[in-house]
Nanobody, 120 residues
């Protein structure tokens, strides 16, 4: 029933930064994950965060560059993306989950997502 809305995407040069937002009523009661899908590639998880925000996970592809955080008072989860690379170009999605897992096959539906394009 949770219907998160992603925002904050755009066009950025390699090495630049973007901060994505995921917002929805009731978001503060869920584990939240960020996922992405590049053209011709399967969807992959890039981060997830516990309800309290004290536990986070990242794959090696983004570790050290991406940081997930949340503001439960605002029902919002953020994805800070630094040192962006062309291979980060994708549509980014967020989703609520009951377990901290980066496998996108756990989800039945997805929102509109937000486009991130890294190019010079």
């Amino acid at each position: 029933q949770l219907q998160p809305v992603e925002s904050g995407g755009g066009l950025v040069q390699p090495g630049g930064s973007l901060r994505l937002s995921c917002a929805a009523s009731g978001l503060d009661r869920h584990i939240i994950g960020w996922f992405r899908q590049a053209p011709g590639k399967e969807r992959e998880g890039v981060s997830c965060i516990s309800i309290s925000g004290d536990s986070t996970n990242y794959p090696d592809s983004v570790k050290g560059r991406f940081t997930i955080s949340r503001d439960n008072a605002k029902n919002t989860v953020y994805l800070q993306m630094n040192s962006l690379k062309p291979e980060d170009t994708a549509v980014y999605y967020c989703n609520a989950q009951e377990v901290a897992d980066l496998d996108p096959r756990l989800f039945d539906s997805w929102g509109q997502g937000t486009q991130v394009t890294v190019s010079s």
